[in-house]
């Protein structure tokens, strides 16, 4: 008789599945909580104490590390001195693992959870009985997955359970032991201060299927932190329209970082992974038309950004003009309705109270991941050094310090020409620095409001064209890193022209 041992966490599904292995030929070994479970159901169980002859210890910390059950589950059936070692000390073949694992996870995210608790939530048992059965595959039949078990019984009774089957069972559980380890170094890591360790271990569930990636000839999946923050798209609810693509998740992702800049009512507005507009307001109906105003060409089909309840003003407006998707904190009911008209419009909310303080970003490359701090960095006034004659106004400085946390999520070379309430033209990804302020510049020149503008670049400018090509389109101030060996020639390039150049004295390049 076949032999299957069962010690599942998660008891879901258990009972039919020990029924289905019984009617497949199988006697079943269990222990503590499962066992309990199947004997209720009157299902013929034996404890494991009984092919153990040791009695759980320790809480409960020993009762599956044992050479009976290990033994059972590593020895190579087709190997006689395994088999006859197994003989010589009446240990019987295990021939079905099904474990899941305690709720380590679980109990992390229980609000003050002490580190006490979750140590107990570490499976070693159960890790253990899973890796050895699953290392003897071509032996040993595992499943870690509740889902899974109609597909089990299915095979066993179609006889289909071959070595790839077999194979791409014992797959699943060193990626979902690999997981739960992974996880478990990221918790006890956390208040370590080891932010860039010797090994990383970062672990993602795949949220979902995408149809594609950038390009319909690519495939593509969405992969989210095993506990994604709650400020992320990971975490965003979506509440209306299509599902979202690869290119809707990073172009969502990037207004999300842009909109966390902003404490007052603010509108971010992003196509391709820039801001094409952003503005501020009183509320966020002001907010939105700032920052509709701030490009309405560029805005068709783009990514929006609230950092507050959309109102029905404001839904009304949106409304209007074709967007791929809305975020904001919530939605008022009329304003819901009216966005929701649009089938194919997605319509999600993020919790903003939950905006990171400092996070790490990861990017892969090709053999391996760059990680580094997010630039959650935001210079004030009081970092800005004047190196001109000239002083900025008031109205001038706040228009500086607005365009240069724009400039931060503007992909290099970044130029923003702004006011202190919107942004009104902006330069970005160009392989030389004019070239994105000419862009910027011929935008902003539009906006009714340009005689308020202001320049902010993301770096030092290399040389003076920048400083003289601004100042003869009508640039009163400026705010650049400052840096370079050229820097007396912009600064000289702005006393003869006679506007503001400010120094911030820190860069933000966005690659």
């Not at 699943?172 to 956390?190: E, M, N, R």
Request: with cysteine; hydrophobic share 40%; aromatic share 6%.
């Amino acid at each position: 008789m076949k032999t299957a041992l069962l010690s599942v966490s998660d008891k879901s599904g258990i009972v039919d599945f020990a029924n289905g292995l019984i009617q497949q030929g199988f006697r079943i070994i269990s222990t503590g909580g499962t066992k309990k479970v199947l004997e209720t159901a009157n299902i013929a169980v034996s404890s494991v104490e009984s092919i153990t002859h040791f009695p759980e210890m320790l809480d409960g910390r020993v009762k599956t590390l044992h050479p009976a059950i290990h033994g059972g589950l590593l020895a190579k059936r087709d190997n006689p001195e395994h088999m006859q070692t197994l003989k010589d000390h009446t240990i019987d073949p295990i021939d079905l693992v099904a474990v899941n694992l305690y709720p380590f996870k679980e109990t992390i995210l229980k609000p003050a959870v002490t580190q006490e608790q979750a140590v107990e939530q570490i499976d070693i048992g159960g890790p253990s009985m899973l890796r050895s059965a699953a290392k003897n595959f071509a032996a040993v039949l595992t499943v870690v997955d509740p889902a899974d078990y109609q597909t089990v019984l299915n095979a066993l009774e179609s006889n289909t359970d071959d070595g790839r089957f077999r194979q791409r069972m014992a797959y699943k559980v060193f990626q979902h032991t690999g997981a739960y380890d992974a996880l478990i170094a990221q918790y006890l890591g956390q208040t370590l201060d080891n932010e860039f360790p010797d090994e990383l271990t970062l672990t993602f569930n795949k949220l979902q299927a995408l149809r594609y990636g950038e390009n319909s000839h690519q495939k593509a999946a969405f992969y989210a932190d095993s506990i994604p923050p709650q400020f992320s798209i990971a975490a965003a609810k979506q509440l209306h329209g299509k599902e979202l693509s690869y290119n809707n998740i990073k172009d969502a992702d990037a207004g999300l970082k842009m909109s966390a800049e902003f404490d007052q009512s603010a509108v971010v507005a992003v196509k391709h992974m820039n801001p094409c507009g952003i503005g501020l307001g009183e509320n966020i109906e002001q907010a939105w038309d700032r920052a509709f105003s701030a490009d309405s060409t560029s805005i068709f089909g783009g990514i929006i950004v609230l950092n507050r309840p959309v109102d029905l003003a404001t839904a009304e407006k949106m409304h209007k003009l074709f967007l791929e998707i809305i975020i904001a904190p919530s939605f008022e009911p009329q304003a819901y309705d009216v966005l929701a008209k649009k089938k194919n419009l997605r319509i999600l909310t993020v919790d903003f109270n939950a905006k990171p303080k400092q996070a790490l970003e990861t990017v892969s490359v090709m053999g391996g991941v760059l990680r580094q701090e997010q630039d959650l960095t935001i210079e004030t006034q009081a970092d800005f050094q004047v190196v001109s004659k000239r002083q900025p106004t008031k109205q001038e400085m706040k228009a500086l310090v607005f365009g240069q946390i724009v400039a931060k999520h503007v992909k290099s070379n970044a130029i923003v020409v702004a006011t202190d309430k919107q942004t009104l033209g902006i330069g970005a990804g160009q392989m030389n620095r004019i070239g994105s302020v000419e862009i910027a510049i011929k935008q902003a020149q539009l906006a009714p409001t340009y005689s308020e503008a202001v320049l902010a670049s993301d770096a030092f400018f290399p040389m003076d064209d920048c400083v003289e090509y601004a100042a003869k389109h009508a640039i009163k101030a400026i705010v650049e890193p400052g840096g370079s060996i050229k820097d007396q020639a912009s600064i000289d390039k702005a006393n003869a022209l006679g506007i503001s150049l400010v120094f911030s004295g820190r860069r933000h390049f966005r690659h």
